[in-house]
């Protein structure tokens, strides 16, 4: 039987201000799902939860623990002593990833020339790529990706739109935040549009397929707007 | 845990705190026995006394700066979220950065010790009082890197974190002294007794000295009200309730870290 991720009116608040309130969804195994929307919309707090990063204050998650998963945070800053190969290593450990995965993912992330340089003078797009290479030391089923294409060249930006692809022949459950719609759209099978704290609209990426870059960005600028 | 706390220690040694320490102890140490007769004798006396709080000021304030920026650095860097995500409990990350943490400050603490006695007197290193020393100081480490482990998981930047260790070395290591015994002065006598003695264990940093003191046999000053504790330090008996005292010194702080990064997960 297939697996199901489900969101029950989920709700995380910060002090006074709600970051997520009532969001609910569903996911079949094997969905690729893009969490696009304004900036503050509740993207980011979602995906913390999924990954077990905050609780919810309210509501529910069902499923997460029938997948095993592997997460890319937004934002990491690496102090002046870490190296690429050294952070890898220490997460191969916790992840139980035979030491040798260190090796193939940086050089599967381009990094194997710069492993034993310090990450803090890492350019933005390097470090975005050691931090998608960790997801790749253990074999998970969920991927969650908080924007992943940062700072990444078009190299790296055409190299990813290939990860998801395979991660889609794969058959893993991606849910990735982006604000580039255009990627969004044309990699996602699902759109989940945020604004305010609130899942604003739900809907099938191919419907989107067929408008042009302009409309497709026009659509979503008036679902922001009609935030409830 | 072991990957964090070898990380950590790793960070550490590469970012310059365990040359730098070994530097500045070895220098301040050498420097003090140079210019005193007989450090660490097995008799206790005046500079023996002075090593102490040497030592113990020495081990505090770079344990409680480090804890608190290892910390609050986790914090701002988004690094404990990411252990979060990768199913390190709050406790293993505390636990782990605590033990990364006292294996580098304790390594340069026993690296400066050893080698400033061994160029001035090396005879003393062979002496219990030595290792009495540096025993307690090796707890003083480790108490006031957990407590700069704590105040690094609560405050909110690497700023007031360093800020708030300061606070805490500058209360615990001469503000609090200077009230009690001002306090002393204008207390009834039977009151002595239990105001010191509750001053003298619940102060990290004064516990740890005054223990030093008592396991040589000394503590004079402290009034005869002492005399029984001295005696009782020196039995069995007080060396469980000295052990279980040192626990529940790194245990409060230890817990009260774990507590603040649960308290940022919820």
């Known amino acids: ?228 | 845990m072991e990957a964090l706390a070898t990380a950590v220690a790793r960070l550490l040694i590469r970012g310059g705190w365990l040359v730098g320490l070994v530097v500045l102890e070895t220098l301040l140490l050498t420097g003090f026995w140079l210019a005193g007769p007989t450090p660490f004798g097995d008799a206790f006396d005046r500079r023996a006394a002075e090593a102490d709080l040497l030592l113990l000021t020495l081990t505090s304030l770079p344990t409680l700066f480090a804890g608190a920026l290892l910390s609050s650095g986790d914090r701002e860097d988004g690094m404990g979220d990411f252990y979060r995500s990768c199913r390190i409990s709050p406790t293993t990350q505390v636990m782990g950065t605590l033990i990364g943490q006292l294996s580098v400050m304790g390594m340069a603490l026993v690296v400066a010790l050893v080698f400033s006695l061994a160029l001035v007197t090396p005879s003393v290193l062979l002496t219990s009082s030595f290792a009495t020393s540096l025993g307690l100081a090796l707890l003083s480490t480790a108490v006031h890197g957990a407590w700069g482990l704590a105040m690094g998981s609560w405050l909110r930047s690497r700023w007031s974190a360093v800020a708030g260790a300061l606070i805490f070395w500058l209360l615990t290591v001469f503000a609090l002294e200077a009230l009690i015994t001002a306090l002393l002065g204008v207390l009834p006598a039977r009151w002595t007794f239990p105001v010191l003695g509750t001053f003298l264990v619940a102060d990290p940093s004064q516990f740890v000295r005054v223990s030093s003191v008592f396991f040589r046999g000394q503590g004079w000053a402290y009034g005869p009200a002492f005399a029984p504790v001295r005696e009782f330090l020196a039995t069995p008996p007080g060396w469980a309730l000295f052990s279980f005292a040192a626990a529940i010194h790194l245990v409060v702080p230890t817990g009260l870290s774990i507590l603040g990064w649960k308290r940022r997960s919820r």
């Open chain 1, 1 to 228: 039987m297939s697996r199901r991720l489900g969101l029950h009116h989920v709700t995380k608040t910060y002090g006074t201000k709600p970051a997520l309130s009532g969001a609910t969804a569903h996911w079949e195994e094997g969905a690729i799902v893009a969490l696009v929307g304004a900036n503050g919309g509740g993207k980011s707090t979602l995906l913390k939860m999924l990954s077990g990063v905050i609780q919810p204050d309210a509501g529910s998650i069902e499923g997460l623990d029938e997948f095993t998963m592997a997460s890319m945070p937004d934002r990491l800053a690496f102090s002046r002593g870490w190296t690429a190969a050294d952070w890898l290593a220490m997460v191969a450990a916790w992840k139980k990833a035979p030491r040798s995965r260190v090796r193939e993912v940086l050089a599967e992330a381009g990094l194997d020339d710069a492993r034993n340089k310090s990450v803090a003078a890492f350019s933005q797009g390097m470090v975005r790529r050691l931090l998608y290479a960790q997801t790749r030391l253990t074999p998970a089923d969920l991927i969650l990706l908080d924007e992943p294409e940062g700072g990444l060249d078009p190299e790296w930006t055409v190299r990813l739109e290939g990860e998801l692809d395979r991660l889609r022949a794969e058959g893993k459950t991606v849910i990735f935040s982006t604000h580039w719609l255009d990627f969004a759209v044309e990699k996602a099978d699902k759109l989940c549009i945020f604004a305010g704290g609130k899942i604003v609209a739900q809907e099938e990426a191919a419907v989107w397929r067929i408008l042009d870059s302009s409309t497709r960005r026009q659509n979503l600028v008036e679902w922001i707007q009609v935030e409830p």
